[in-house]
């Protein structure tokens, strides 16, 4: 069954440094997704992107996130200066042009010292 | 803003019994809703959807009601198994057709089936 693949499952970091999350949606998919989750609390969206572009975007997802699309595949989320409270767990997600179901990947876990 | 709203964070049933999850919007220009089954550790998973113009859909032992009036769907779970037990979150989008709508959730209700 196809699935999102995210990497890595859990990135440890120092404040300030520069992270970048990977996805790789299902691969007949259009629109993609980033969502977070930071601990005990609900799921965040965070941005979505359809067509090489940001078509939607969170007030969580400032200056210092950015995400690509570099090569067909996979699919970035970047985080420019880490802080503390972006410590959680993100998630990508894909889905059809032509259906509402969204499918999640299992998610990478960041923790920012 | 809290568009989507699970105001049980948890719940227990056991085994065999049926399971109950609540969930409530604020939006009327949501026309899709969909529920997903978190496990700790790993993605939410999709479970069962259901749009605006029905309201009812049923899968297996997983129904969904959606009462539009009173901006209110359930999910139900029959019988409830033990493996059941996970975080389940409410979702909506306010149009399926559109590129780049957001999907919105709520908060969670952790269900617990007990053997």
């Known amino acids: 069954e196809p699935e999102v693949t995210q990497t890595p499952s859990h990135q440890v970091t120092q404040m300030g440094q520069e992270v970048i999350l990977r996805c790789v949606p299902i691969?007949?998919?259009?629109?993609f997704y980033w969502y977070r989750q930071i601990l005990g609390q609900k799921v965040e969206f965070l941005v979505s992107?359809?067509?090489?572009?940001?078509?939607?975007k969170s007030e969580i997802f400032d200056d210092q996130f950015s995400v690509e699309r570099p090569d067909g595949s996979n699919f970035t989320l970047k985080i420019r200066s880490t802080k503390l409270e972006d410590s959680a767990m993100y998630f990508c997600?894909?889905?059809?042009?032509?259906?509402?179901?969204?499918?999640f990947g299992e998610g990478s876990r960041l923790t920012v010292l | 803003d809290q568009q989507v709203k699970q105001n049980s964070p948890s719940l227990s049933v056991q085994e065999g019994r049926i399971s109950i999850l609540n969930c409530d919007y604020t939006?009327?220009?949501?026309?899709?809703f969909l529920w997903y089954k978190k496990y700790p550790a790993e993605g939410p998973t999709f479970l069962i959807s259901?749009?605006?113009?029905?309201d009812k859909n049923e899968d297996g032992r997983f129904t969904v009601f959606l009462n539009k009036s009173a901006k209110h769907l359930s999910l139900h779970i029959v019988p409830s198994q033990p493996g059941d037990s996970a975080v389940y979150f409410c979702?909506?989008?306010?149009?399926?057709?559109?590129?780049?709508?957001?999907?919105?959730f709520g908060t969670g209700t952790s269900l617990t089936v007990i053997p």
């Open positions: 939006n009327s220009m949501f026309d899709y």
């Open positions: 691969s007949n998919h259009l629109y």
């Open positions: 997600a894909s889905r059809l042009e032509d259906t509402g179901e969204l499918f």
């Open positions: 979702a909506a989008i306010d149009s399926m057709w559109d590129t780049g709508n957001q999907f919105y």
């Open positions: 259901i749009s605006s113009i029905k």
């Open positions: 992107f359809y067509n090489n572009e940001i078509s939607e």
